[in-house]
């Protein structure tokens, strides 16, 4: 299993900039849906079901972006927003 792990964490670290940035955004789409939807008139269960699927896809989005940019790719992404606020 940490195998397994290991070759999925390289394959994501080899990937780009760009395309980690693109999956960290899509983490936000699915925290607003998560709980957005809780607005919807449908029963608790069916909020409870949907609630855990995007909340859980939001979380795998957000972990994977972050893999995938690596401590420099942060590090960039942090320092551009840093620079773009202050002017």
Do not use: D, N
């Not at 899509?26 to 079901?49: N, R």
Request: charged share 15%; net charge positive; proline share 2%.
């Amino acid at each position: 299993m940490k195998k397994i792990i290991e070759k999925v964490k390289r394959w994501l670290a080899g990937l780009s900039f760009r395309t980690g940035v693109i999956v960290l955004a899509l983490c936000v789409p699915c925290y607003i849906i998560s709980f957005a939807q809780m607005l919807l008139p449908i029963s608790a269960a069916a909020k409870t079901v949907l609630w855990v699927v995007f909340f859980g896809l939001a979380k795998t989005f957000q972990y994977g972006g972050i893999t995938i940019l690596g401590v420099e790719g942060y590090r960039r992404l942090r320092s551009y927003f840093s620079h773009r606020s202050s002017k």
